[in-house]
């Protein structure tokens, strides 16, 4: 039983020594260069890149944000629409951002030809359902149905909590999709760019790194993220975010 403690102590002193390694506490990894923040903007036009939990440097985390919650994938691309308000409501009580002229074309109702529909030679009833319609065919009519929108389904993304805090809320122009920052990374503090997780390896081999349009649709909110950050500033990384909430820019590009 003695020998079976000392083993378990050794086991978690090592676990404890690459979380540490991992958040760059140790000394010996230096912070990425430190780059000056974007303007705040409803439109932003943001460095991407993407990750997925079966990543070597976040496997030890499993499939869990910096919250504590589950990763999240987007829905599928969308594609083309206009830049408008929150197309589909958003769960919770958002703050939908203030509206600015659009830079390009985005909508969530896709005008794409629709599938052909059979003409009833009978007595028949077929349904044919879109992403927002229903077209109904009864005795060689065609009727329009408008069926109720399914919210969308929001992917989980990485960010440096002083730039997007915990809870922002945006969407790509060129895909659609809507993605909310629930976590962050050694490798964004100090950094533009915004990490967005992907169900597979696969599907982050593909998406690569691309400078992309944003809508934000909610900004998040910075006390609240300095104050969930304060608690872990041991970590260099989120001790340069800590700086640059508290409005300490030259401290934060200063520290590596």
């Known amino acids: 039983m003695k020998y079976a403690r000392i083993f378990l102590f050794i086991a978690l002193a090592g676990i404890s020594a690459i979380l540490l390694s991992s958040c760059g506490t ?11 923040p974007l303007a705040k903007s409803d439109f932003q036009t ?8 079966t990543e070597s440097d976040h496997v030890q985390f499993t499939n869990h944000n910096a919250l504590g919650g589950e990763l999240q994938a ?16 958003i769960e919770g ?18 005008d794409e030809p629709k599938p052909a529909v059979r003409k009833a030679t009978r007595a028949t009833t077929t349904i044919t359902t879109t992403t927002t319609r229903t077209v109904k ?28 805090p915990m809870g922002t809320t945006f969407r790509l122009l ?16 100090g950094r533009n760019t915004i990490d967005l997780y992907m169900a597979t390896q696969a599907e982050m081999n593909a998406w690569g790194a691309r400078e992309e349009p944003i809508q934000i649709l909610k900004w998040g909110d ?20 800590v700086l640059e909430l508290q409005g300490n820019e030259e401290a934060a590009a200063q520290l590596q």
Do not use: C
């Not at 943001?46 to 939990?53: D, E, K, N």
């Not at 939908?96 to 074309?105: D, G, L, R, V």
């Not at 006390?223 to 975010?241: G, N, P, T, V």
């Open 174 to 189: 060129s895909t659609g999709q809507i993605y909310r920052v629930d976590d962050y990374g050694w490798a964004l503090a």
């Open 74 to 89: 987007a829905g599928r691309p969308i594609h083309r629409a206009e830049n408008t308000r929150l197309p589909l409501e």
């Open 93 to 110: 009580d958002l703050r939908i951002a203030s509206y600015t002229p659009p830079s390009q074309p985005f909508s969530i109702n896709d």
């Open 137 to 164: 065919v009864v005795r060689g009519k065609r009727v329009v149905v408008k069926g109720k929108l399914q919210p969308p389904k929001i992917g989980s993304a990485a960010a440096d909590w002083s730039r997007w």
């Open 222 to 241: 910075s006390e609240e993220s300095l104050r969930f950050l304060q608690r872990h500033q041991d970590y260099k990384h989120i001790r340069r975010m």
């Open 46 to 53: 943001v460095r991407t890149t993407a990750y997925t939990h």
């Open 26 to 36: 140790t000394g010996s990894r230096a912070l990425p260069a430190y780059e000056p």
